[in-house]
């Protein structure tokens, strides 16, 4: 059979490209339209741009403290009521607390509110009962509350902000009374027990109350505030608090009316201290031995004074309501970071409470 016209021009077509290095262009394809009267060369097929980089994830941090960590716990936050009068001290597991509220309470003593998560001590105390200030303390926790007992209205408040409480009058798990202390001094408990009770509503960790920064150079006070070694704390006539910068610890060690405090054979320290101005109000409640219970009223904003890096400046915190965090700002505006690890917050009595910081 003899080849056509149309045949005779493809294959001069296909000689000639091959003399000219058609190898150049190894993409393209020569094909044969089905008339069979021209060749096309097909384009090459588009490339498809390279997958974006996954973007870096975070290191996890722990909630309550900014500390990196290679995985948060989903368990929810413990808030126990433990006791400061002389006759509680040493504390018992006070040190390990990711955050300690302390507030002024009958007779101008002071109580704390510590609040345990990154680490769950199986012994702390002295505890005691709830006062009127801990339901708007701990309820943007979601967590829970554990506690000797307390008056029937203060309980109920606890409860109505959602938190879970366990006390020892209701005969909950993980309370201990101590034969070296007297009552009521010697209620213990253990925060793993009071943990493995959380109900069916406490299955995640608990919301950061605080802003933290990456770094501990980062924190708020250390880079923009002014030199600040000690903080003389004077919650009442009955609680005199100091903290001074211990440059080795790289925190502030803790003194309750110049003496050293102390947490199983460990000194008390702070990365921050946050010193809050709070209005005081009276409850016209009674304590057993007859003594008038006041109440730190945590909704509302004031001036405050925060602690970091042996540094300080001033800053102003505001809270809407019971269930929302406390918000910091600086004075004139901006963010307000801390730095990574444990805080304390002195909670201090606007009329007859105060403050020096040298």
Known sequence: ?????????????????????????????????????????????????????????????????????????????????????????????????????????????????????????????????????????????????????????????????????????????????????????????DVRAFARQADRRRTEPPPAQLAYAEQRADGTARSRGKRAREADVRLSRAQRTTWTWNGKDQAYRRSDDGRASMSSGKRVTARNVLLLSVRVTSTGYRDPSGAAVPKTELVGKGEGRLLGGGRSIKVTWSKKGAKAPLRLRLARGGEVLLEPGRTWIELVPRDDGSWRVS
Not at 9 to 25: D, F, N, Q, S, Y
Not at 95 to 113: C, L, M, N, P, T
């Open 1 to 189: 059979m003899r080849p056509t016209r149309a045949t005779a021009l493809v294959l001069a077509t296909m000689v000639a490209l091959a003399g000219c290095g058609a190898t150049e262009v190894p993409a393209a394809q020569v094909t044969v339209a089905p008339d069979m009267t021209r060749a096309k060369i097909a384009p090459p097929a588009p490339v498809p741009p390279p997958a974006p980089e996954p973007e870096p994830r975070p290191d996890p941090r722990w909630p309550l403290t900014g500390i990196r960590t290679d995985k948060v716990a989903k368990r929810p936050a413990v808030a126990v009521k433990i006791e400061n009068s002389a006759a509680s001290r040493p504390h018992t597991g006070l040190h390990r607390a990711d955050i300690v509220w302390e507030q002024v309470v009958e007779g101008g003593i002071s109580r704390f509110v510590a609040v345990y998560h990154s680490d769950l001590p199986r012994r702390v105390g002295p505890v005691r009962s709830v006062r009127p200030m801990d339901p708007a303390t701990v309820a943007p926790l979601h967590g829970i509350l554990a506690a000797s007992g307390g008056q029937p209205p203060f309980l109920r408040a606890v409860r109505a902000t959602g938190t879970q409480l366990l006390t020892m009058d209701d005969g909950d798990r993980g309370f201990e009374r101590s034969s070296s202390r007297p009552a009521p001094h010697n209620v213990y408990g």
